[in-house]
């Protein structure tokens, strides 16, 4: 399981590095003008609905369904996956043809700050352009739940890191040309015309994506295609009384964005891109640590649940958090202790100035307070799913819901746009406390054992060392990282921050040479 969560998370560490390549140039041709806030907020778009419809309510409910079935006959098992497959096509032409037409309603619902100024019809055209991509990414996620629960990570994985590979190309094709690319837009702004590239990338890389899952599920022998109409078999009808509670409460998780985002837009302009560019960083641990641990622990702890193994659970559960937790904390402190560094040699060039570089690093340290929590919460929730509980998820949603919203109004006053990522951070706290209590009345199979309660406090320690050495570190280099070397030194810097936390991990005894070893082993 271990080796799923390198596997996954490897891949998933590549694509947000090529994430990062790709922010660094929106920054520098976009910067945090009209264009940026508009291509920000016209792309959440379709990544919410993403989230809502695939890797969200519809994948937390298919996947427990389909491993299932895989263990008693992997045949049936894919003709569920087909009928799927086909529902997934109607529902979501149909979702996507009334998006489109309903476009300006959407954007409003986003960013109402926008109304009356350029942003707003530069967001719905954006957004006209990219709302396909909801039917792309989740037929790909669907195909992607197959692959996984056959323990088929590599494509799966992979698959992200396409997207960004077209918008990297997309805005090198600008940098080497930007006289033709205005042209042949006809654009005489190279920041718009770097925008209506970007945007028409997002459809384009979509495409690549289904391909590459397609294209390894048929090699893994698996035949997805639909050969039917969609109809609703009670197979179905199991799967939507499932996904119904987790549809609603991922509703409610997008609806905490859609509250951070109108508290962002009512603020000064620039606040929706600060908090983009801040996201950007904070989801790179949390997508390779998170996300890779949802994905693998929830078909692992089905399987474990159908063949009646309990201290399996227990052991894949306990094991989860304890990789989870060695390597979120250190990225929690790194993100406390050098933020601006970490911004301003990533995004700071062009477009994005120093008083963007302040802004965003105080809205990662905002969000960095909430990592731990954020990332807990896929080591908990696949408890609840992989017993196809899809309630007390939703309970606890609704109450994070409240707090996020009551939190980011409740302090706009006060602090302005930050309140928004207060919101986000003391509502993800909120709900790992709920999950963690819920999870507590499993009995057994839902507490962590010995070994990863012996080793949390050794990982709080290790943690707290590597800190004091980055800034230190920081303190000596400071100087050097305004010069042209920037990049070099904070390179040395982020080696330095690994290499203590390696040392400080093995003489506190929060890891092992043999897991340094197989982490580098599957790295590489």
């Keep these: 399981m271990i080796k799923g969560f390198l596997t996954v998370g490897g891949w998933t560490l590549l694509s947000r590095v090529l994430g990062f390549v790709r922010d660094i140039l929106i920054a520098r041709f976009l910067g945090t003008g009209a264009a940026a806030e508009a291509f920000f907020v016209a792309f959440s778009l379709p990544n919410m609905f993403r989230r809502f419809f695939a890797e969200g309510a519809f994948n937390m409910a298919f996947v427990p369904l389909y491993a299932k079935k895989l263990e008693a006959d992997p ?24 998006g489109i037409l309903a476009m300006p309603a959407l954007v409003l619902a986003m960013a109402s700050g926008f109304a009356g100024d350029e942003r707003f019809d530069l967001a719905v055209a954006y957004g006209r352009i990219a709302f396909p991509y909801i039917l792309l990414i989740s037929l790909g996620a669907l195909v992607s739940g197959v692959l996984n629960s056959n323990r088929r990570f590599l494509a799966a994985a992979a698959a992200p890191a396409l997207l960004n590979v077209v918008f990297i190309a997309a805005m090198t094709l600008a940098w080497i040309a930007p006289e033709a690319v205005q042209t042949w837009l006809a654009v005489p702004s190279l920041p718009r015309a770097v925008g209506w590239l970007l945007i028409a990338a997002v459809p384009f890389g979509g495409l690549a994506q289904l391909g590459l899952v397609a294209w390894a599920a048929r090699r893994a022998g698996h035949r997805l295609w639909p050969r039917r109409r969609p109809r609703l078999t009670p197979d179905l009808k199991r799967l939507l009384i499932i996904a119904a509670p987790a549809l609603l409460a991922n509703g409610v998780l997008q609806v905490n964005l859609l509250v951070g985002r109108q508290v962002a837009s009512l603020g000064e302009q620039g606040a929706i891109a600060w908090l983009s560019y801040a996201d950007r960083l904070y989801q790179l641990p949390l997508g390779v640590v998170g996300i890779a641990i949802g994905i693998v622990l929830l078909p692992e702890l089905s399987r474990r649940i159908r063949a009646e193994d309990a201290p399996g659970q227990k052991a894949a559960y306990s094991r989860a958090a304890e990789f989870s937790l060695l390597l979120t904390i250190p990225a929690m402190v ?13 995004f700071e060039r062009g477009e994005f100035a120093a008083d963007d570089t302040a802004a965003t690093a105080l809205a990662l340290m905002i969000y960095a307070i909430g990592l731990p929590a954020f990332v807990l919460q896929k080591v908990l929730q696949p408890l609840f799913y992989a017993r196809e509980d899809t309630r007390s998820p939703l309970r606890f949603a609704l109450f994070g819901l409240v707090a996020n919203a009551a939190i980011a109004i409740g302090l706009f006053p006060f602090i302005g746009w930050p309140a928004a990522a207060f919101g986000t951070t003391v509502a993800s706290w909120a709900m790992l406390l709920l999950l ?7 009995g057994d199979v839902g507490r962590i054992d010995a070994r990863a309660r012996g080793r949390v406090w050794r990982i709080l320690v290790a943690s707290a060392l590597m800190g004091v050495v980055l800034w230190a570190s920081q303190f000596v280099l400071g100087p ?36 340094l070893r197989m982490m580098i082993r599957r790295q590489r």
């Design 75 to 98: 045949e049936e098992a894919d003709a569920f996956a087909r009928d799927a497959l086909a529902m997934m096509v109607l529902v979501l032409t149909l979702f996507s043809v009334i």
């Design 334 to 346: 790194a993100f406390l202790v050098v933020p601006i560094p970490l911004v301003s040699v990533l």
């Design 436 to 442: 963690w209590r819920g999870v507590r009345r499993m």
């Design 480 to 515: 050097t990282l305004i010069g042209p070397l920037r990049a070099v030194v904070l390179a040395a810097m982020v080696v330095v921050g690994m290499g203590s936390y390696a040392l400080f991990a093995l003489l506190t005894g929060a890891a092992t040479r043999d897991d």
